[in-house]
């Protein structure tokens, strides 16, 4: 299976949304015009990226990454993966892990100390996968819902 990872393009903010309501979202997810506001408003940030994996020209899955510049760490940055997704279809196909290496090795080139992710506490399958590529349970995540 030769799969490409590449980094998004405002065309492919549809078939990402797609690949959200099937993976993360449980079939809601905002409208293409609103996604695309978003994602280029995204590419400002001076180090926010979304990836895609493409198999024979149709997006599979995707995930984002943030390079944080920390003062802390004697500089060092971190960084956070956000967003991770793999079409239903095609899990338990190594796409994940691809991707994950993707992000591991865009980090470490970054030079950053650390690559952070969070998932929810239900999503057991989600944490085997994680931890079968080498992720720690570290420490608390906490959160406080603004809406």
Do not use: W
């Amino acid at each position: 299976m030769e799969v490409i990872i590449r980094q998004a393009t405002l065309n492919d903010v549809k078939d990402i949304l797609h690949i959200y309501a099937e993976s993360l979202d449980n079939g809601k997810v905002l409208s293409v015009e609103k996604a695309q506001r978003i994602f280029l408003k995204q590419q400002q940030y001076p180090d926010y990226k979304v990836f895609v994996a493409e198999y024979e020209q149709q997006l599979i899955g995707t995930f984002a990454i943030l390079i944080m510049e920390n003062m802390a760490h004697q500089g060092t940055p971190s960084a956070v993966v956000e967003d991770v997704g793999v079409l239903p279809a095609v899990q338990g196909k190594g796409i994940g892990k691809l991707m994950m290496e993707y992000a591991l090795n865009y980090a470490k080139e970054k030079g950053c100390y650390k690559m952070s992710l969070s998932s929810n506490l239900k999503r057991e399958k989600a944490h085997q996968f994680y931890e079968s590529l080498g992720f720690q349970k570290h420490g608390f995540s906490f959160l406080m819902n603004l809406a």
